[in-house]
């Protein structure tokens, strides 16, 4: 099992940028592929995007393409979600999460098998 951290979130104005991070605690960080998540309210559980255990492999939800990166540092057990260009629209608890052999799909959430607690990304217009 894997704990994990989010922090970086906040209040921020649309065209601003902001970067989250996260940082596991447990296992073997660096053998697993991480996700972004993320729960506007009224809203189910969203793919943002995916990064394999390497760093080498990234795939992104369409409505972030282009405007959000990630990245990982394994020696610092650290994922982060670069965030540009925001809009009222990615207002959202934003949830990382730790994959370790799951073979179901990665845009999808039970396809993850440790999250952390969420950090709260509001975006006004």
């Known amino acids: 099992q894997v704990q994990l951290e989010e922090s970086g979130g906040g209040l921020v104005q649309a065209g601003d940028s902001l970067r989250l991070s996260c940082v596991a605690s447990?296992?073997?960080?660096?053998?697993?592929?991480m996700g972004w998540f993320r729960q506007a309210p009224g809203l189910e559980r969203e793919f943002v995007a995916y990064?394999?255990?390497?760093?080498?492999?990234?795939y992104y939800a369409d409505s972030v393409k282009g405007r959000f990166t990630i990245s990982r540092d394994n020696a610092k057990r650290t994922v982060y979600l670069q965030m540009n260009s925001l809009k009222p629209e990615d207002t959202a608890v934003y949830y990382c999460?730790?994959?370790?052999?799951?073979?179901?799909?990665?845009?999808?959430?039970?396809?993850?098998?440790?999250w952390g607690q969420g950090t709260q990304v509001t975006v006004s217009s």
């Open positions: 999460a730790a994959r370790h052999y799951s073979s179901v799909s990665y845009r999808l959430p039970i396809g993850y098998d440790d």
């Open positions: 447990g296992r073997t960080f660096s053998n697993s592929a």
């Open positions: 990064i394999s255990w390497s760093g080498g492999t990234t």
